[in-house]
């Protein structure tokens, strides 16, 4: 069985099975993060604006940018933690 390669939101920490940023980590398709809002190359560009919008969507009350997508059992500080390292 294959493995699925999962991609995290480097605002929020939202799991994707693609990368927005491409195979490469260096094309990012400016998509929306479901969760946070972020757009992927623009708010994600580097570690300092990735903690910004992290700070100003937790400041507004962290809630889901597309809320009919959010999972009923979704607990925001669990996905948090899976926001890669160098982007906190």
């Not at 069985?1 to 939202?14: E, K, P």
């Not at 929306?32 to 708010?43: N, R």
Request: glycine share 10%; proline share 7%.
């Amino acid at each position: 069985m294959a493995t699925i390669s999962l991609w995290y939101c480097r605002v929020c920490g939202l799991d994707y099975d693609y990368s927005p940023w491409g195979p490469a980590e260096d094309a990012p398709d400016y998509g929306t993060c479901e969760c946070c809002g972020a757009q992927f190359g623009i708010d994600d560009y580097s570690a300092a604006g990735a903690r910004v919008h992290r700070e100003k969507w937790l400041a507004a009350g962290g809630q889901w940018f597309y809320p009919k997508l959010q999972p009923a059992n979704w607990d925001r500080e669990a996905q948090l933690a899976q926001v890669p390292e160098q982007y906190w």
